[in-house]
T-cell receptor, first 109, second 114 residues
Framework: RKEVEQDPGPFNVPEGATVAFNCTYSNSASQSFFWYRQDCRKEPKLLMSVYSSGNEDGRFTAQLNRASQYISLLIRDSKLSDSATYLC??????????FGAGTRLFVKA | DAGVTQSPTHLIKTRGQQVTLRCSPKSGHDTVSWYQQALGQGPQFIFQYYEEEERQRGNFPDRFSGHQFPNYSSELNVNALLLGDSALYLC?????????????FGEGSRLTVL
């Protein structure tokens, strides 16, 4: 079993839709949590950090449930430009970062 | 403000050869991490360098080694290349005092082993 697991998708949604991605992690010692975005054949870029209290950045909302070892990302009012792979990331051991395999999103007009 | 730069962008090697990849971190960053990303997978952590020392290592064999220089730039060396080493190698820089998860990536070096 992988330490960080994501639904690979792809998710195909129309513009304006709301879409949610889930991520689970297996190591309870995981310390901090992030979502990254990776466009096709580009490098990953930090989208947002994830806090236990939840956090929102415009159309994006991230949630963390430590008890269930579960992270989510909600995208409202999807845009064509949101099409990308979304990577769930956890850190542990002070310096180690573990990436999920990513969830692919296609937003269509 | 220059971001993370990596070289070369593409290279082709044959099995058994050795390769060196280079990375210059974002200005002001002091920590460099290396990742291997196979097609359709997320980046896999190779190791991290801080103050010219390897601070953490992922599950990669000793064929993978690295170095950090006083100017914070870094090299990744892979010896005795295998077909399975074909991948995108990503360098990421960060600030040690911001924790390990806020990473700025370069565009990567795409290695093909024939």
């Amino acid at each position: 079993r992988k330490e960080v697991e994501q639904d690979p998708g792809p998710f195909n949604v129309p513009e304006g839709a709301t879409v949610a991605f889930n991520c689970t992690y297996s190591n309870s010692a995981s310390q901090s949590f992030f979502w990254y975005r990776q466009d096709c054949r580009k490098e990953p870029k930090l989208l947002m950090s994830v806090y236990s209290s939840g956090n929102e950045d415009g159309r994006f909302t991230a949630q963390l449930n430590r008890a269930s070892q579960y992270i989510s990302l909600l995208i409202r009012d999807s845009k064509l430009s949101d099409s990308a792979t979304y990577l769930c990331v956890v850190t542990r051991g002070g310096f180690k970062t573990i990436f999920g395999a990513g969830t692919r999103l296609f937003v269509k007009a | 403000d220059a971001g993370v730069t990596q070289s070369p962008t593409h290279l082709i090697k044959t099995r058994g050869q050795q390769v060196t990849l280079r990375c210059s971190p974002k200005s002001g960053h002091d920590t460099v991490s290396w990742y291997q990303q196979a097609l359709g997978q997320g980046p896999q952590f190779i190791f991290q360098y801080y103050e010219e020392e390897e601070r953490q290592r992922g599950n990669f064999p000793d064929r993978f080694s690295g170095h950090q220089f006083p100017n914070y730039s870094s090299e990744l060396n892979v010896n005795a290349l295998l077909l399975g080493d074909s991948a995108l190698y990503l360098c990421a820089s960060s600030l040690a005092n911001r924790g390990p998860g806020e990473l700025f990536f370069g565009e990567g070096s795409r290695l093909t082993v024939l």
